[in-house]
C-alpha cells in the first residue's frame, strides 16, 4: 500500500484546509485509515480514523467540532477537513493504514504535508 498525502499549506487562523490522502489500492477494501499529525517536540497524535465501512471517529479532543474525517471509495482517497484552525494546529499531518490509536499499530504512511496556521 503506498499512500500521497497532499492538501498542506499556510493558513490563517479561522481558516479551512482539506487534506486528501490517496491510497495505492481501492480504499473500499477492508482497512482502517487514520490521520495524525506531529508538532515539533512532540509526539505524533491520531486525530481521527475510518473503517472501511465509513464508520469515522474523531480522536483528538481539541479537534473534535472541526475536523471531520470521510472517504470516496470512488477515488480511492480520504480527507481530512481542517475548519476553524489555530495556530496550534501547526504540524506535520500524515495519513496512515492500520488499526487502533497507538501509531506502532499502523503499517503504512504518508510522506506528511505541513499545516502552517499563522496568528
Known amino acids: 500500500v503506498q499512500l500521497q498525502a497532499s492538501g498542506g499549506g499556510l493558513v490563517q487562523a479561522g481558516g479551512s484546509l482539506r487534506l486528501s490522502c490517496a491510497a495505492s489500492v481501492s480504499t473500499s477494501t477492508s482497512f482502517n485509515m487514520g490521520w495524525f499529525r506531529q508538532a515539533p517536540g512532540m509526539e505524533r497524535e491520531l486525530l481521527a480514523s475510518i473503517n472501511w465501512s465509513g464508520s469515522a471517529t474523531i480522536w483528538g479532543d481539541s479537534v473534535k467540532g472541526r475536523f471531520t474525517i470521510f472517504r470516496d471509495n470512488a477515488k480511492d482517497t480520504v480527507y481530512l477537513q481542517m475548519n476553524s484552525l489555530k495556530p496550534e494546529d501547526t504540524a506535520v499531518y500524515y495519513c496512515?493504514?492500520?488499526?487502533?490509536?497507538?501509531?506502532?499499530?499502523?503499517?503504512?504512511w504518508g510522506q506528511g504535508t505541513q499545516v502552517t496556521v499563522s496568528s
Open positions: 496512515a493504514v492500520g488499526r487502533g490509536i497507538r501509531p506502532g499499530n499502523y503499517d503504512y
